[in-house]
Nanobody, 118 residues
Framework: QVQLVESGGGLVQPGGSLRLSCAAS????????MGWYRQAPGKQRELVAQ???????NYAASVEGRFTISRDNTNNTVYLQMNSLKPEDTAVYSC????????????WGQGTQVTVSS
């Protein structure tokens, strides 16, 4: 099992910045991808950003150039730096990690609320 603890959400004005953190613990061997998803009220959950072993990244078009995902392998933490936030970025953000051993599996954090409003 993998445990994920998220932090960093909150209320911010449009144009502001927030940084989300997600620390993984437990059976973390064979994690090959870590990422962030979000779900706004009445909408489907969507991928925001993902980072793979080796450092390659994947971003949603709506956040490209504004958000940056990074990973600290020393403490098994993934970060999402969110700049130039817009009201449409308001959502619950959840961390996800993917493992390949002993069998392919995904693990999810509890979610953290990000609200962009003046």
């Amino acid at each position: 099992q993998v445990q994920l603890v998220e932090s960093g959400g909150g209320l911010v004005q449009p144009g502001g910045s927030l940084r989300l953190s997600c620390a993984a613990s437990g059976s973390i061997f064979s994690i090959y991808a870590m990422g962030w998803y979000r779900q706004a009220p009445g909408k489907q959950r969507e991928l925001v950003a993902q980072i793979f072993n080796g450092g390659s990244t994947n971003y949603a078009a709506s956040v490209e150039g504004r958000f940056t995902i990074s990973r600290d392998n020393t403490n098994n933490t993934v970060y999402l730096q969110m700049n130039s936030l817009k009201p449409e970025d308001t959502a619950v953000y959840s961390c996800e990690v993917r493992k390949v051993l002993p069998s392919p599996a995904s693990y999810w954090g509890q979610g953290t609320q990000v609200t962009v409003s003046s």
